[in-house]
């Protein structure tokens, strides 16, 4: 069976550099055996790669493929923490969707941190999750995702 990092080779992603902290916190945090992650944005080479609410300026397939980027983020950071994710299990998944009155697609949009995951990790990608519809996101962002991972 192929590593997370071969999963993402053969998907032809690669995980980005540590997105810098936009204020006071730090990327990523660790008790016993769980990461923490921030909350982290659809940010690409420190550039938001959209803005906006969804269900407006941006549509719940863009939302979507940005949870995607988000979720890549998240695992830099738990990375950086742990050296491999060959032995990481994603716990639980908490999307932030900045949506535009009467959008009630939130589900939909974090699928795409959730399904990116479960390409990457198989079963150890089987999460727990919440989809949580917001007035405003950091920097106008229109999707943020954190993650809760366990290292066996």
Avoid: W
């Avoid at 941006?58 to 491999?84: D, K």
């Amino acid at each position: 069976m192929s590593t997370p990092e071969q999963r993402l080779a053969e998907l032809g992603l690669e995980l980005p550099e540590v997105a810098k902290p936009l204020a006071s916190y730090v990327p990523a945090a660790v008790t016993g055996s769980l990461i923490y992650t921030a909350g982290q944005l659809p940010l690409v080479g420190g550039a938001l790669q959209a803005t906006g609410l969804v269900g407006d300026a941006v549509s719940t397939e863009e939302a979507a493929a940005l949870a995607r980027v988000c979720a890549l983020n998240a695992l830099a950071a738990v990375r950086a923490e742990t050296g491999s994710l060959a032995n990481v299990r994603i716990v639980k998944v908490v999307g932030f969707v900045a949506s535009a009155p009467g959008f009630y697609d939130q589900p939909e949009v974090v699928n795409g941190a959730s399904d990116l995951l479960g390409e990457v990790f198989g079963d150890a990608g089987r999460h727990a999750r919440s989809a949580v519809g917001v007035a405003v996101l950091p920097r106008n962002a229109p999707v943020e995702v954190e993650l809760i991972a366990e290292v066996g």
